[in-house]
């Protein structure tokens, strides 16, 4: 069974910066684009960015010019880089792979809670 691992979450104050990482369980090319998603609390879930195989990238609005996705093949793992943080950035943040084929993103993370407080 896939799984996604992620970690590199925490408490931040606002302005501050912090860095999710992603290592599945198996090869990150295995899936055609991998994503993050953030769910706030009494909130949807909502994507955040989200990178593909050829490592082209889409970001949210919100969070354009503040957070970079990139991925390390060599060492299986994708990030999340996330500077300039604010508190409507707080939200458990969650992995999340799309194999080649689907349109859905079928594998997900447990989440790591982000939480940006002064």
């Known amino acids: 069974q896939v799984q996604l691992v992620e970690s590199g979450g925490g408490l931040v104050q606002p302005g501050g910066s912090l860095r999710l990482t992603c290592v599945p369980s198996e090869s990150i090319f295995n899936f055609a684009a991998m994503g993050w998603y953030r769910q706030a609390p009494g909130k949807q879930r909502e994507l955040a960015a989200i990178?593909?195989?050829?490592?082209?990238?889409t970001y949210t609005d919100v969070v354009k010019g503040r957070f970079t996705i990139s991925r390390d093949n060599a060492k299986n793992a994708v990030y999340l880089q996330m500077n300039s943080l604010k508190p409507e950035d707080t939200a458990v943040y969650y992995c999340a792979g799309r194999r080649r084929g689907s349109a859905d993103y079928d594998y997900w993370g447990q989440g790591t809670q982000v939480t940006v407080s002064s």
């Open positions: 990178i593909t195989i050829g490592g082209s990238t």
